[in-house]
Structures are given as structure tokens and as C-alpha cells.
């Protein structure tokens, strides 16, 4: 009964505050609107029994959430003015679009005939979930991590525009790098 | 029951002290009585329940004050100290206007009435809160970013008195940055004038115990701003120990203690370490970076503990000096974020009162 | 040795914290009085009395500010503190026991990130927003090093269940088999209470920073917020380095209690020696010493738990 209300309370929660995402009239509400929603969304998750990936989802949420705060407020937005702006372009075409994604979803769910469950959930989900990503798939997940981190690097590298003859001059041969703002260890 | 009384009664106040130039001395009175008292001295208006002048009025500067005095949430008071005898006093009296909790309803309910009908009268539908947005320009990555316009100064805590420096801030960065003074006048500063207060009884503004009080004003505002209250607070006591007429057996051991302290604060010198790095063609109490400065400072002070060394204590800032490190303040922090910024300036430290009415050159 | 309290502790939680938050505002009250050359026992009343003051301050409104999301971020870190405490154990048992313990006290904490940029965001001011963005840059550079510290100790244990870590230091406790992460540990619950060194972000050079405009009750809230999240992390070390209720004669809830305010003093002691750390320069710090530092330090420990 209480897992119904508290399932029934996040469901209708995370729609409408997903919702909210587009109807609210300023980029930083809308970034803790769908907060709100992911948030909602991990108590579902910790209700199915899978309390790492529930509170996992909670946890990287909130960070993510902050560093698009970064991106999306503090590089393109006003951010002292709190201007009230639109969150759709083309707002009626969208509103149909996303009614109509969500229905066809939403049908899904209720039509699709779901398998009966053959056997029962494992005594510990966490550790069925570590064995099953770092067994058999162990050296596909470790390549997946390489390749993610080595795009984060490059990408990274690719953006910046001062590279190691800016800081360290044409033949390397500074001492102390030449930037903006130095760092706290002087190298 | 009166529980808003009871609970006032037992409130500590929360002083804002702003330092108008030719104030120094009522400063350090005000900093004297607050500290004994307490009390605590607030970093921003909002919190404060106290508003403190020091030093004589002047029309640009009131206009400030009243919009500092809008920003008090209230129950507040105000109090003037032109001269530091009246400090003890004017603190008196505000505390007892804080605790007149009638006259506090009245203030309160006069401010709700005009805010309602502010409210009711002019309500700009384009710009929230009727603010001008930011405009935008590009940043030193390139980047197309807002600038904000932001005065420091000269209501801010730890700040040189009447200093406004008008920056155009991106995020945290500063682009440019202009130096005015707000009521800038003739006269002498504080630490070079002859001493005729009753606390300070010694004449002579040579004398390597004023110049050590002078360090010490420095290095607390410094300390301050680089958040080392605890360093900070007891720099304040001992300087306000060095003005008094007789010192006390034991302030050199102190003192030498208290330097030794933050000479070897390793964090502290990381803080600081290249920060407004200044040439050889600056005078000679500016040269070199931040560390440098708060360095030379710390040398005059164990001078002055020291009476042997008292000899090779360097000379106080003369006006060519604090004129020097006004026209600097610009170049140095533009494209600093702004805990550079406040460090730069705090390590400069411009004595305002000693350049008389000079208009500084634009900035960067 | 291992339980869930029964339910009615929860409401003890905040007592508790709200106990050794005020030991620590009172205690650091005490040490600025001693240095200011006042009577260092006024200190002890001082955070009640500044208390009082602002329960009598007006709240304030301001003009085009985001009232809804400023108001929320005040109250947002004493309900992160109190939620991030419902697994740490008082003795044998803790109110919830959950098996994700650890991360979700990893979980909580980051929900300051949010407060912390709501206040200084909606506050429509230019400290405010400085004060903000700036613990979202300390966010980043302690939140690595700090997971990973808090994965050392679960991996000593083998699980990330607080009770079970805490069972794993019966022999010898992971302070001393972990001390890099155990010290990064500390760093970061100084970093993640924006408090002390790294109390930056509502600092004195931003004129009080993401809590520049805030008055009156809000501004209580935020440091009685402050307080209580310094106490949790305090709080937390106990479990996971310090062996928990371990120890002689007393009880286990009496260790704890003792343990957690030998931490909370460590902490005010360290806030009253050291100057704010900048976190332009603490940033490389971060990701260039601290991050590799506590990578080798679970490399060692892991190779430790296969060997054993």
C-alpha cells in the first residue's frame, strides 16, 4: 500500500515537474525542474529494490544538473537579469510532438504484453549488477571507459587554443608557464 | 509578552562600518569599542543592524549611505562618528534606538507602506525588478560573455576608506576597472598627522610604534580579506595596544609572537605568492608581489617589538606612495578574478587620506 | 552488532546535530574571542545570542529576485544534513541501515552543490553569483578526490553498507590503514561544509558571497545549515576511519558521540589556524596531487584486501 502511494506520488511527480521544464519562464527553474524529475524518478528506481542505481541516479543527477548550470546559465545566459524567457521555439509543433511521444510511450506500456517473471530477484542487486557489467563484459566496459575518457581529453584539447609553446614559450625553455591565471602549483 | 523585546535584549548587534576618508581615526575607535564590546561587524548590509560613519559627511558619499541604509533590513540604527572621542557614545545611543522596539514598528511600517506603494505606482513589465540587463562583450578566451557592472567600494568591509573602484566584471573576472575617490579632500592621513587625541598621546608620527600601528592596520585588513579572521582580530587588538599611550609589559613579546605566526603561514603565502607584481620604477614600498608587501609590513612591526631595531625601521607611506599605489590598483587587477582583486588592492593598501584631493588617472 | 534504530530516532538526528553544530559555532566563537582579547567564555553564548538577533531581523525582499529558488537553497543544506545523517550509526544501530549507505551520504552532500547556487543565483546579485559559481569550481575539484576516499573505505570493507565498514575496522581501524584517503576525507568535509579555509564561497572578500543578501530567519537557517552539515561530515568519519562505537568501557553510542566531537574539534581548530584557501589555486591542487594520491591509495588497499 505504501510503496502504491509513494510509486503514484513520484510517477505523477516526475511528469508534471517534467512538464514544468517547458513551462517555466527561466533557465535556472527549468534546470531544477528537471532535477526534480530524475530525482523522482530514483525513488521509483529504490522502489524496484535497485537502491544503488536509485540513489546513483540522485547522486549524478544533482552534479550534472550543477555543471549544465555552468554551461547552460553561466556562458549563454543573463545571469544577473533573470530575464523571463520562453523554453520552446516553435511551441505548438513541440507541444504536439512531445503529447503525441509521450502517448505513444505511454501506450506502449499498457499494450505491450509483459513476460512473466521466471525466477526471483538476486539477494544482493548491487553486487549482480557489478558481476554482470565487470564479468563477462569486463574488457568491453574497461574499453568503453578508455575510449569515453580519451574523448573527454581530446575534445578538450581540441577546444583550447593555448597549447604548450604559448605557455612555455617557443623552445620550452620557460620556467614558470606564462598564463592568465596561474594555477596553485606553478607548473 | 514582549518576546521580539526579549529576544532584542539579548542580541548582539551586527555593526557595518563604513570609513569615509579623513575617518581613520574614528575607525579605529569604532573597531576598538566593537571589539571590546562583542560585538560583530557585518560583511554586507543585509545582514547588519548597525550602520556606522566614521569620519566627516560628504554629499556624494550620503547618497551612498542611504541607499546602504535602504538595503538594512531592519530593526536598525544609524550612528555618525565624526571623531574618535564620540565613538563610545554614538554606539551607546544605537544600541539603545535598536532596543526602542515602538520606534523600530514605526520605521517598519513606514518602509512597508512606501514599498507597497512604490509597488502599486511603477511597475516596469520588460525588466524584472526594473534592472537594466547586462550587455555583453568578449572575454579573453574569445568568448561572447556578460559583463556586469560592479562598484567595490567604498561601503565594503576591509576596504581602503572612500575608494570606489567600477569595475566591468565577466563571471568573476575583472575587464576594466576605474578608480574614484568619493569625497576626496585635502588634509592629512591619519598616520602621518600629529597625534593630539588623548589615547594616542605620542607626538610623533615618526616614532616606529605609529608606524607599526600603521602596519598592523594593513596587515589585519589583509588578513581579513585573505579569511584568517583569528589572524586578523588579534592583529587588531595589538595594534589598537600599540596606539595606546603606555604599552603594556609583554605587547613586544606579543607582537613578535603574532608576526612570527603569519610569516609562517604557508597557505597564506600560496594565497598571496605573484599577485599585483610591481617594477623596480614604483616606490620602494610597493615593489615586488603581494607576499612582498605584507612581508615589509610584518618587518616594521618586529621592529617596533624590538626596540634595538627600531632604527632600521623603514619610513611610513608618504603621499607619493599611496599616490603611486592608487594609480596602480587599475592595471593590476584587471583580469584578475576577484579574490585576486581584493587581495591586490588590500596589499597596496592606498592610504586615501594621504593623496588630498587628487584625481586619479582613468584606469585600464 | 549491526541494525536500524527503531523509527522515533530520526528525530533525535537533528537534535544531535543541531548539538554539535552549535559545539562548533560556540567553539570557534570562543577561540575569536580569545584572539579579539575578550572573555572567551562569552563565546560560548555568542551563536544564541546571534541567534536571537536574527529571529528579530525583518527578512528581506528584493526586487527581481527568484524568491522561489533563493528561499529554497537556504533551507536545502540543514534538510541535505539531516538526510545525509539518517545512515550514519550512533553506536550499533543507525535510523536507516541502507545497503547503498555510502553513496547515498555521497548523494546528499552533493545536494549543497544545488542550495548553495540556488542562493547566490536567486538572490539577483553579483556576490551572490560569484559566491555561487565559486563552490561549484570547490565542488569540482574536492568531489573527485572525496568519492574516491569514500570508495577506499568501502573497498576495504567490501561493501557500501556503513555497518559493515564500520565491522571491518575491528582488528585495526582505517585511519591508520588508510591515511591519504582519511586525510583527503577531512580536506573535503571542510570543502563540502564551505566552511573555515574553504568557506570561500560565502567569504568576506565577496562581502559574504551566495549569502550576501540574506537576513534575518534565512540567513539563521543557512548557518544553522552550515553547522549541522559540518557536524555530519565530522560525524561520518567516525564510521568510516574511525572504528565506529569501537573502543573501551563505554558504550558503543558513547564512543561515537566522543569520537565525533574529537572530529568537530579537529575541524573548528583547523578553520581557526589556516587562512581561505583560493580555489583558482586549490583546483590544480585537486586534480593534479589529490586525485592521483587517492587513486594509488585504493590501489593499495585493494591489492591489501586480495592479499589478505
Known amino acids: ?187 | 509578552m514582549d518576546v521580539t523585546g526579549w529576544l532584542l535584549r539579548r542580541a548582539v548587534p551586527c555593526a557595518f562600518v563604513v570609513t569615509a576618508i579623513g575617518g581613520t581615526g574614528a575607525r579605529l575607535a569604532v573597531e576598538r569599542a566593537v571589539r571590546e564590546r562583542g560585538w560583530r561587524q557585518a560583511l554586507a548590509p543585509a545582514e547588519a543592524d548597525l550602520l556606522v560613519v566614521c569620519g566627516p559627511a560628504d554629499p556624494e558619499l550620503d547618497e551612498m549611505l542611504d541607499r546602504v541604509w535602504g538595503q538594512m533590513p531592519g530593526p536598525r540604527a544609524r550612528a555618525g562618528v565624526p571623531s574618535p572621542e564620540g565613538a563610545d557614545e554614538a554606539l551607546d545611543r544605537a544600541r539603545a534606538d535598536l532596543l526602542d522596539t515602538a520606534a523600530q514598528r514605526r520605521d517598519a511600517d513606514g518602509r512597508d507602506r512606501a514599498a507597497r506603494e512604490r509597488a502599486g505606482a511603477g511597475d516596469d513589465e520588460h525588466m524584472p525588478g526594473g534592472l537594466a540587463m547586462a550587455d555583453r562583450g568578449e572575454d579573453r578566451d574569445g568568448l561572447a560573455l556578460d559583463r556586469l557592472h560592479l562598484a567595490l567600494g567604498p561601503a565594503l568591509p576591509d576596504w581602503p576608506a572612500g575608494l570606489s573602484l567600477r569595475t566591468v566584471l565577466q563571471g568573476d573576472v575583472v575587464q576594466e576597472a576605474r578608480v574614484h575617490l568619493v569625497g576626496a579632500r585635502e588634509g592629512s592621513s591619519f598616520w602621518t598627522a600629529p597625534r593630539n587625541t588623548p589615547r594616542t598621546a605620542d607626538p610623533s608620527p615618526e616614532h616606529p610604534r605609529t608606524t607599526a600601528a600603521a602596519a598592523l592596520d594593513a596587515a589585519q585588513r589583509l588578513l581579513f580579506v585573505a579569511g584568517w579572521p583569528a589572524a586578523a582580530l588579534a592583529g587588531r587588538r595589538l595594534r589598537d595596544a600599540l596606539l595606546e599611550p603606555e604599552a603594556g609589559p609583554g605587547l613586544g613579546a606579543e607582537l613578535r609572537r603574532w608576526a612570527r605566526g603569519v610569516r609562517r603561514s604557508r597557505l597564506l603565502r600560496w594565497a598571496t605568492d605573484g599577485l599585483g607584481a610591481v617594477g623596480d620604477r614604483a616606490p620602494e614600498e610597493l615593489r615586488g608581489d603581494a607576499t612582498d608587501r605584507w612581508s615589509r609590513w610584518l618587518d616594521r612591526i618586529e621592529a617596533a617589538a624590538e626596540p634595538g631595531r627600531s632604527a632600521s625601521a623603514p619610513a611610513p607611506a608618504g603621499s607619493g606612495t599611496a599616490r603611486a599605489a592608487l594609480d596602480l590598483v587599475p592595471e593590476l587587477v584587471v583580469g584578475r578574478e576577484l579574490a585576486a582583486a581584493r587581495l591586490i588592492v588590500a596589499s597596496l593598501d592606498p592610504d586615501t587620506e594621504a593623496v588630498g584631493a587628487h584625481t586619479p588617472e582613468r584606469g585600464a | 552488532m549491526s541494525g536500524a534504530a527503531p523509527l522515533w530516532t530520526a528525530l533525535l538526528v537533528p537534535v544531535l546535530l543541531l548539538a554539535f553544530g552549535y559545539g562548533a559555532a560556540a567553539g570557534t566563537a570562543a577561540l575569536r574571542a580569545r584572539a579579539a582579547g575578550t572573555a572567551p567564555g562569552a563565546g560560548l553564548t555568542a551563536p544564541a545570542r546571534e541567534a536571537a538577533r536574527l529571529l528579530v531581523q525583518r527578512r528581506r525582499t528584493i526586487p527581481g529576485a527568484d524568491t522561489l529558488l533563493w528561499r529554497l537553497g537556504g533551507a536545502l543544506v540543514p534538510a541535505a544534513a539531516v538526510l545525509a545523517a539518517l545512515v550514519v550509526p550512533l553506536g550499533p544501530a543507525s535510523v536507516g541501515d541502507l545497503s547503498v549507505g555510502v553513496v547515498w551520504f555521497n548523494a546528499m552532500e552533493v545536494v549543497v552543490w544545488a542550495a548553495l547556487w540556488m542562493l547566490g543565483w536567486g538572490a539577483d546579485s553579483a556576490w551572490g553569483l560569484v559566491g555561487g559559481y565559486r563552490f561549484l569550481v570547490q565542488g569540482l575539484s574536492y568531489e573527485l578526490p572525496h568519492m574516491f576516499a569514500l570508495t577506499t573505505a568501502a573497498l576495504g570493507a567490501g561493501s557500501l553498507r556503513v555497518s559493515d565498514i564500520v565491522a571491518a575496522q575491528e582488528q585495526v581501524w582505517f585511519a591508520v590503514l588508510m591515511p591519504a584517503a582519511f586525510a583527503v576525507y577531512l580536506v573535503s568535509a571542510l570543502a563540502m561544509a564551505f566552511w573555515g579555509p574553504f568557506g570561500t564561497p560565502v567569504g568576506r572578500d565577496l562581502a559574504g558571497g551566495a549569502a550576501a543578501e540574506l537576513s534575518g530567519v534565512d540567513l539563521l537557517v543557512l548557518r544553522a545549515g552550515r553547522y549541522m552539515f559540518l557536524a555530519v561530515v565530522a560525524a561520518m568519519a567516525v564510521p568510516l576511519f574511525l572504528g565506529g562505537g569501537a573502543g573501551p568501557l563505554l558504550p558503543g553510542w558513547a564512543w561515537t558521540l566522543a569520537k565525533t566531537a574529537g572530529v568537530v574539534a579537529l575541524l573548528v581548530w583547523l578553520g581557526h589556524r589556516l587562512p581561505a584557501v583560493r580555489m583558482d589555486r586549490f583546483t590544480e591542487v585537486g586534480w593534479v596531487v589529490l586525485v592521483p594520491v587517492t587513486l594509488l591509495q585504493a590501489l593499495v588497499v585493494a591489492v591489501f584486501v586480495l592479499t589478505r
Request: glycine content about 10%; hydrophobic content about 55%; charged content about 10%.
Open chain 1, 1 to 187: 500500500m505504501t510503496e502504491t502511494v509513494v510509486f503514484a506520488v513520484c510517477a505523477v511527480g516526475a511528469v508534471a515537474s517534467g512538464v514544468m521544464v517547458f513551462v517555466v519562464d527561466s533557465m535556472a527553474r527549468a534546470t531544477f525542474a528537471l532535477l526534480a524529475s530524475f530525482v523522482l524518478t530514483g525513488v521509483a528506481i529504490l522502489l524496484l529494490g535497485l537502491s544503488y542505481l536509485g540513489v546513483l541516479i540522485i547522486l549524478m543527477m544533482v552534479m550534472e544538473m550543477m555543471v549544465m548550470a555552468v554551461f547552460m546559465i553561466m556562458y549563454m545566459m543573463n545571469p544577473a537579469g533573470l530575464m523571463p524567457m520562453t523554453m520552446v521555439h516553435n511551441k505548438v509543433g513541440s507541444l504536439a510532438v512531445s503529447v503525441g511521444v509521450f502517448l505513444l510511450l505511454a501506450a506502449g506500456i499498457v499494450f505491450v504484453p509483459w513476460p512473466e517473471r521466471t525466477g526471483g530477484p538476486p539477494a544482493d542487486p548491487t553486487l549482480a549488477l557489478g558481476e554482470a557489467i565487470m564479468g563477462e563484459h569486463m574488457l568491453v566496459m574497461m574499453l568503453v571507459g578508455l575510449v569515453l575518457f580519451a574523448t573527454m581529453v581530446s575534445a578538450t584539447v581540441l577546444t583550447t587554443h593555448r597549447g604548450r609553446y604559448d605557455r612555455y614559450g617557443d623552445d620550452l625553455r620557460r620556467g614558470r608557464p606564462d598564463d592568465p591565471i596561474g594555477g596553485g602549483l606553478d607548473r
